[in-house]
């Protein structure tokens, strides 16, 4: 299974940014998939998941909603984030997972059931 994230970059307070995360080698269905982040000094924070059935139903964590959306294209195996109104605490490592931990607020991998890349750096500075 690989999950490899792409789109990071630096950007201006204010400024937007679209990450995409590409899988691959899933034999099977997975419950979610998503976005955690990782800033220096501080633990990983759950960022945005969907759901991978029918429904699709996005979840977001209270800071970054109303700024994130998420959305996926099956036919690609990809899900994007799309960043918008980016503030300085929004700097991180952004990774992709996906996997059977149910979407949630807090969406962050167990190392039993999930998948995660190898992250994408985004920098919010002026």
């Known amino acids: 299974v690989q999950l490899v994230e792409s789109g990071g970059g630096l950007v201006q307070p204010g400024g937007s940014l679209r990450l995409s995360c590409e899988t691959s080698?899933?034999?099977?269905?997975?419950?979610?998939m998503g976005w955690f982040r990782q800033a220096p000094g501080k633990e990983p924070e759950g960022v945005s998941c969907i759901s991978t059935d029918d429904d699709g139903s996005a979840t977001y964590a209270e800071s970054v909603k109303g700024r994130f959306t998420i959305s996926r294209d099956r036919a690609k195996n990809t899900v994007y984030l799309q960043m918008n109104d980016l503030k300085s605490e929004d700097t991180a490592v952004y990774f992709c997972?996906?996997?059977?931990?149910?979407?949630?607020?807090?969406?962050?991998?167990?190392?039993?059931?999930?998948?995660w890349g190898q992250g994408t750096q985004v920098t919010v500075s002026s």
């Open positions: 997972m996906a996997g059977e931990t149910a979407c949630n607020r807090n969406y962050l991998p167990s190392p039993v059931y999930d998948f």
């Open positions: 080698g899933f034999t099977g269905a997975h419950r979610a």
